[in-house]
């Protein structure tokens, strides 16, 4: 099966594909703009040339163009412009990359500046030479609202919550990645996973069975299934025998009802090229008939693989590496007629496919999202990462990342998920071996959601100035306990995310210069969150930290003040904190001394013995009446300033050789 995978696309180590059904057709799975995220823009150009002839020229509207640059005549090449590229076939995309990128421009003064966006991105998926690439990433990235750099990293990010996890009752949930089992995976590779409807029967590649060559033994890939029982374990992996043959079969897609199995079979007989899409059915014995060619309308004479079907099961999606493509690999569809026919295969267009390699398309069991891998797309965490699209009236929109708690430094493209969004399925090695890949699951984050489609934006800024203050704010799901990658604050002090709507969060804000801020909140609709805060002083008292007269006792009212330290402390783990008690002058100065010391070492011990800070990092101190505020006090007024415990954040200054502190030995 990876013969001519491995031929034409190097960076890819196995077939594998995932399905499950979508609605029909690509004109046809569209869902309401109004439950796209607001940040996220579709391709506005129709491009009718793509799928009917491969290349558009018209030699008399190319050199009107040409004049009109020349002329300056800005807003008669706009349309022109407009018109021409909207007629591109798919050779234009690396031949013709310019004049996308001229339109881009065009589009900046004249027209949309959403447009325009989406022709420079155009324009960094296809381009091949003659752009001003650098020109075009600055401004890419001035406007990308996903960038890769926004997000914390993952492992930092987790340190973080291992570090409070005594103090905070609610917490995000650590993905944990699980081994399906000795009964599913084997010694040898197993991959390519597929669910049905229900989530109870898994199809998969393995390489298991052993062919004896006589000189040697050749791993033969088939096709295996699992089957879970009402205890949630999954029965031992069976081979598929009636599919299975002495060629390659991987790639398994299975229809949301069970009934129909569509996968790739290589090197046989009956394939066209390398790898041929082939589709059998379960019939009313449980046996399956012959697999059957799709036929020639979809096949090629290239490698085809990676299919997955539609809802309603009339849609194949699947990947090929045919020429006419895009790129490397592109991803394709084919439709069914009424009378059984599967159209001519489809190129899914510039949106989803780039001049790299675009695989894998999984359209999810119940919700009009489809997902695909992608070493092409804009940004990307590691080689080939998972990406969402959704369709709005026929138009794809522009692929999102779905986030670092799924895409990791190395390549992601052996996946499904259930149709309950809960887990995602892949494969994975923990070696380099790849002969020893095992099916993983994993928690399904917030950013790989289908319903992750309502913004909520938000600020931080100081109270005094308005300016924006830095760090990392971390969002968390209440209801459904979905993991949701955390990100820096932007420049301006801005975030933004994209959740699930009608569901309860609780937003973390949390920095070196300010303490950490806490709102939880309930998601109906696009929301706006702008917070402010005092910047951290040198030293800082909180109006909640007030003894009763002559005593040190701890209040109530104290802890959500103390708390906020706690967390800082918890968050900041290079910060210490020095307490200092002080009283006013009335009474007898060594009891006031006494007094003081006591408040301080009691906000000690509850920083220290109750909520588990090192004790190291914290100190306490009394002074009395030594250090006033308000040195002759007068009024009562005087005298409460003067009772006071005051909270000092520091770092220590790191010893240095001129100091004679740092000791070789």
Same mark, same amino acid.
């Given at each position: 099966?990876r =013969?001519?995978?491995?031929?034409? #696309? ?15 057709? /690509? ?37 009107? #163009?040409?004049?009109?640059? /020349? ?18 076939? #798919? =050779? ?13 421009? @065009?589009?900046?003064?004249?027209g949309?500046?959403?447009?325009? @966006? ?6 960094? !998926? ?48 650590r993905?944990v990645?699980l081994?399906m089992?000795?009964?599913v995976?084997?010694? +040898? ?9 229900? $989530?109870?029967?898994?199809v ?43 060629? $390659? ?8 009802d069970g ?32 697999? @059957? ?26 990947s090929? &590496? =045919? ?24 190129? @899914? ?9 675009d ?13 695909? +891998?992608s ?14 699209a959704?369709n709005?009236n ?5 692929p ?15 996946f ?16 380099r ?30 109270s ?12 968390? &799901? ?12 932007k ?11 009608? =569901? $309860? ?67 900041n ?25 006591? /408040?301080?070492?009691n906000?000690? &011990? ?8 090192f004790?190291? !990092? ?48």
């Amino acid at each position: 099966m990876r =013969r001519n995978f491995h031929r034409h #696309i190097g960076l890819f180590l196995v077939l594998a594909s995932l399905c499950v059904s979508a609605q029909r057709g /690509r004109k046809e799975v569209q869902i309401l703009a109004d439950s796209i995220p607001k940040d996220v823009v579709f391709n506005a150009y129709e491009f009718k040339g793509i799928n009917k002839y491969p290349e558009y020229y018209n030699k008399q509207k190319l050199e009107r #163009i040409i004049d009109l640059d /020349r002329n300056e005549q800005w807003e008669e090449l706009y349309d022109a412009l407009k018109d021409y590229v909207g007629r591109f076939g #798919i =050779r234009n995309f690396y031949k013709d990359t310019k004049l996308i990128w001229r339109l881009a421009k @065009m589009t900046e003064l004249f027209g949309d500046p959403d447009e325009a @966006m989406t022709l420079y991105r155009m324009v960094l !998926r296809h381009h091949y030479q003659g752009i001003n690439i650098e020109e075009i990433e600055l401004y890419y990235d001035s406007l990308n609202r996903q960038a890769a750099e926004q997000f914390v990293p993952i492992d930092y990010y987790y340190e973080l919550v291992e570090h409070r996890k005594l103090i905070d009752t609610l917490q995000p949930p650590r993905g944990v990645l699980l081994n399906m089992g000795m009964l599913v995976n084997s010694a +040898s590779a197993d991959y390519g996973p597929s669910l049905n409807i229900h $989530n109870d029967i898994l199809v998969f590649t393995s390489k298991r069975k052993k062919v004896d060559e006589t000189i040697r033994f050749r791993e033969d890939e088939d096709l295996y299934y699992s089957r879970k029982d009402p205890y949630g374990t999954w029965s031992k992996a069976k081979p598929i025998t009636k599919l299975n043959s002495h060629y $390659n079969e991987g790639s398994p897609c299975l229809s949301g009802d069970g009934k129909t199995l569509v996968f790739s079979r290589c090197d046989s007989p009956e394939s066209y090229g390398d790898c041929d899409l082939f589709i059998a059915t379960l019939q009313e014995d449980s046996t399956w008939t012959k697999p @059957m060619n799709l036929g020639v309308t979809v096949n090629s004479i290239a490698w085809d693989s990676h299919p997955a079907l539609s809802h309603s099961g009339d849609t194949i999606f699947f990947s090929s &590496d =045919r020429l006419g493509g895009f790129g490397l690999a592109d991803i394709y569809y084919t439709i069914r007629d009424e009378k059984g026919r599967w159209s001519p295969a489809q190129n @899914m267009g510039p949106v989803i496919n780039t001049r790299q390699n675009d695989v894998s398309p999984f359209y999810h069991p119940v919700y009009e999202v489809l997902y695909f +891998s992608s070493n092409g797309q804009l940004y990307n965490f590691g080689e080939f990462d998972i990406y969402k699209a959704y369709n709005v009236n026929g138009y794809w929109t522009e692929p999102q990342n779905i986030g670092p708690l799924v895409n990791g430094r190395g390549s992601e493209f052996y996946f499904t998920i259930d149709s309950k969004s809960e887990l995602l399925f892949y494969a994975r090695s923990s070696t380099r071996d790849l002969n020893k890949q095992d099916i993983y699951s994993f928690p399904l984050p917030m950013e790989a959601q289908p319903e992750a489609t309502t913004t909520v934006t938000g600020t931080l800024t100081d109270s005094l100035t308005g300016a924006p203050f830095q760090g990392i704010v971390s969002i968390i &799901d209440l209801d459904k306990g979905h993991e949701v990658a955390p990100k820096f604050l932007k420049q301006d002090g801005s975030f933004e995310f994209e959740l699930i709507n009608q =569901r $309860n969060y609780l937003l973390i804000l949390q920095g070196d210069d300010f303490f950490r801020i806490e709102e939880v909140f309930y998601l109906d609709g696009p929301m706006e969150l702008n917070s402010v805060t005092e910047p951290i002083a040198s030293k800082m008292k909180f109006e909640s930290i007030e003894f009763d007269v002559g005593k040190a006792e701890l209040k109530t009212e104290m802890y959500a003040d103390l708390n906020k330290v706690v967390n800082f402390l918890y968050d900041n783990i290079d910060f210490k904190l020095r307490i200092s008690g002080h009283t006013d002058s009335v009474g007898d100065p060594e009891k006031n001394l006494q007094l003081s010391k006591e /408040r301080a070492q009691n906000i000690r &011990d509850y920083i220290v013995i109750f909520a588990g800070i090192f004790e190291g !990092r914290v100190q306490a101190e009394g002074f009395g009446d030594t250090k006033p505020i308000v040195q002759n006090e007068v009024t009562e007024a005087d005298r409460k300033l003067n009772r006071r415990v005051e909270f000092e954040i520091y770092r220590e200054v790191p010893p240095t050789e001129e100091s004679g502190e740092i000791k070789d030995f």
